[in-house]
């Protein structure tokens, strides 16, 4: 899942990094419990490798929230990654949840198709469930979305977005996996499952949905990504490159379009040459073509 081109950061140095940043924020915040949600992906897997390694595992609460649509490998995966991290686990189940919001909205979406609002709605609906969580157990909510998501707006307001806390929010997804890789090979006992190393990532919001349905490959979408946003490349220059027009100038659009998303993100943990947040400078609105 990378490319001699994909944003580099020296593995060992980046994990070190965001355990020291996780454990100094979360005290600053008045926070001594962390909790997440886990999809059986890598992203939630490596946050919560890193939150476990930061204030230890038994401050850390694993959420899993199976929905029709969720794989039972991803269910598995998720357990035993908790069980090789040492951290609790709560199995909450989202069926009843998604059965009542289609009943309440039964009328006003009446004639219309399913499409992206009923899969925002199952983020959503998660989201909550976490934010009860955060409440009631004065827990530090973390997010686990990474930088190559959060550039292109792959996240869902007030759903996977929700929490306190973005832990890999500048981590591109081709360096997610490097540490993640990196975590097992440097340990003496294998922390993160291989099926989630290498099972394709999906949100798993629809039957046999992937990233890359809506996305490019990450290798390619990470390489455009670090020459626009880190190296202010226009799309001119990237093309030049040699990467695909009509690839290049849909991912800057989606950049464009994304920052409204991006202004209610969650603060995330600086790791790159230029992070969202105060380092990144854009209107909420801007026009889309081109």
Not at 93 to 115: K, S, V
Request: hydrophobic letters at 40%; glycine letters at 8%.
């Amino acid at each position: 899942m990378s490319s001699p081109n994909a944003p580099h950061l020296d593995t060992d140095l980046a994990e070190r990094v965001l355990v020291a940043f996780l454990r100094d924020e979360t005290k600053r915040a008045g926070f001594e419990r962390l909790v997440l949600g886990l999809s059986g992906g890598i992203d939630s897997a490596l946050t919560a490798a890193i939150a476990s390694e930061a204030l230890g595992a038994d401050q850390v609460l694993g959420v899993l929230m199976p929905s029709p649509f969720s794989s039972r490998g991803s269910v598995d995966d998720s357990l035993e990654l908790a069980a090789n991290l040492g951290i609790r686990t709560l199995v909450l189940p989202i069926n009843d949840a998604m059965e009542a919001m289609d009943r309440t909205l039964a009328e006003p979406f009446a004639g219309t198709a399913r499409d992206a609002t009923e899969e925002n709605i199952q983020a959503r609906i998660r989201g909550n469930l976490l934010m009860a969580l955060s409440n009631k157990r004065s827990a530090l909510l973390l997010t686990t979305g990474n930088k190559s998501e959060l550039a292109v707006g792959y996240c869902t307001l007030y759903g996977d977005m929700s929490g306190g806390l973005g832990v890999i929010a500048d981590v591109p997804k081709t360096m997610v996996y490097r540490v993640a890789t990196w975590l097992n090979e440097s340990s003496a006992r294998r922390r993160i499952p291989e099926p989630i190393l290498t099972k394709a990532p999906s949100a798993e919001l629809r039957p046999n949905q992937t990233d890359q349905d809506s996305l490019p490959p990450y290798d390619v979408l990470d390489d455009i990504l670090q020459r626009h946003i880190e190296r202010h490349e226009p799309a001119d220059e990237i093309i030049a490159a040699g990467f695909d027009p009509a690839t290049v100038h849909r991912v800057l659009r989606l950049v464009r379009a994304a920052e409204f998303k991006r202004k209610q993100a969650a603060p995330g943990l600086k790791v790159t040459d230029r992070a969202f947040g105060t380092g990144w400078r854009m209107p909420i609105a801007a026009r889309l073509d081109g």
